[in-house]
């Protein structure tokens, strides 16, 4: 019952925006720090960007800081990523993940192409 589900990717123009969300069920969301993470053939997933359980906090991947945004509504239990800027390296498979000290959840993947 458990679910969490990305939505949102898609081909997009280098210097496009992009916005993900991640819809959750099965579980309590606010109860839930959310993070994305993105991985690429060939290569180990990476932290994109974090957020805390009520919003106090956020935390960015060094090559996303200043161009992506991480946000939440508890209300609707999603979360999402919103991308500005984006460049042909930004190209990946990005994941939803919930976790707390109860457990950790991961989406499915959206996939995000940048290209001309």
């Known amino acids: 019952q458990v679910q969490l589900v990305e939505s949102g990717g898609g081909l997009v123009q280098p210097g496009g925006s992009l916005r993900l969300s991640c819809t959750a069920s099965?579980?309590?969301?606010?109860?839930?720090?959310m993070r994305w993470y993105r991985q690429t053939p060939g290569k180990e997933r990476e932290f994109v960007a974090g957020?805390?359980?009520?919003?106090?906090?956020?935390n960015y991947a060094d090559s996303v800081k200043g161009r992506f945004t991480i946000s939440r509504d508890n209300g609707k239990s999603t979360a999402y990523l919103q991308m500005n800027s984006l460049k042909p390296e930004d190209t990946a498979v990005y994941y939803c993940?919930?976790?707390?000290?109860?457990?950790?959840?991961w989406g499915q993947g959206t996939q995000v192409t940048v290209s001309s």
């Open positions: 993940n919930a976790f707390s000290g109860s457990g950790e959840y």
């Open positions: 957020i805390t359980i009520i919003a106090t906090f956020t």
């Open positions: 099965g579980f309590t969301f606010r109860s839930y720090n």
